[in-house]
T-cell receptor, first 110, second 118 residues
Framework: QKEVEQDPGPLSVPEGAIVSLNCTYS??????FMWYRQYSRKGPELLMY????GNKEDGRFTAQVDKSSKYISLFIRDSQPSDSATYLCAMSGGTYKYIFGTGTRLKVLA | KAGVTQTPRYLIKTRGQQVTLSCSPI?????VSWYQQTPGQGLQFLFE???????NKGNFPGRFSGRQFSNSRSEMNVSTLELGDSALYLC?????????????????FGPGTRLTVL
């Protein structure tokens, strides 16, 4: 079993839809949770990070962490075609190394 | 401020050869991490260098090695290439140690080097 599981998609939604992206994990030592966005032929860019459980909002993006369920989510409101990319979750804990999910491909249709 | 640069962007090698990839971090950043990205496994951590010292290492064989120079530039070397080494190799820089997360620290990724092993 992988330490981090992420549905690879692809996920296709119409413009303006609310998108929900999720990851589950097995290592209870993870404390830092991040979401990256990766456009084709580019390196990942950090979208949001959270520490421990709770919610964090930044514009159209909301990150949620539920440590009791070992489940994290990224919500995108009013999705735009420019949001079409691969979204990677990442986690870090006491070992100082990142563990990434395999990424979910999102396509927002105009 | 210039971003993370990686050279070359594309490489084609044959099995058994070795390859060296280069990464120049953002000016002032002292931490450089390397990752391998494949469709099946996603992004996997290779190693991290901070102030010319390897600080963390992922679960890769000894054929994968790296180093960091005094100007924080880093190189990654893969010896005795195998077909399974075909991947996108990404470098990321940050001002502090990756994993020692702080609200002001962020890992910035380069565009990657696409390695194809034939």
């Amino acid at each position: 079993q992988k330490e981090v599981e992420q549905d690879p998609g692809p996920l296709s939604v119409p413009e303006g839809a609310i998108v929900s992206l999720n990851c589950t994990y097995s290592n209870s030592a993870f404390q830092y949770f991040m979401w990256y966005r990766q456009y084709s032929r580019k390196g990942p860019e950090l979208l949001m990070y959270t520490y421990s459980s709770g919610n964090k909002e930044d514009g159209r993006f909301t990150a949620q962490v539920d440590k009791s369920s070992k489940y994290i989510s990224l919500f995108i409101r009013d999705s735009q075609p420019s949001d079409s990319a691969t979204y990677l979750c990442a986690m870090s804990g006491g070992t100082y190394k990142y563990i990434f999910g395999t990424g979910t491909r999102l396509k927002v249709l105009a | 401020k210039a971003g993370v640069t990686q050279t070359p962007r594309y490489l084609i090698k044959t099995r058994g050869q070795q390859v060296t990839l280069s990464c120049s971090p953002i000016s002032g950043h002292r931490s450089v991490s390397w990752y391998q990205q494949t469709p099946g496994q996603g992004l996997q951590f290779l190693f991290e260098y901070f102030s010319e010292t390897q600080r963390n290492k992922g679960n890769f064989p000894g054929r994968f090695s790296g180093r960091q120079f005094s100007n924080s530039r880093s190189e990654m070397n893969v010896s005795t290439l195998e077909l399974g080494d075909s991947a996108l190799y990404l470098c990321a820089s940050s001002s502090g140690l990756a994993g020692q997360w702080s609200s002001t620290d962020t890992q910035y990724f380069g565009p990657g080097t696409r390695l194809t092993v034939l």
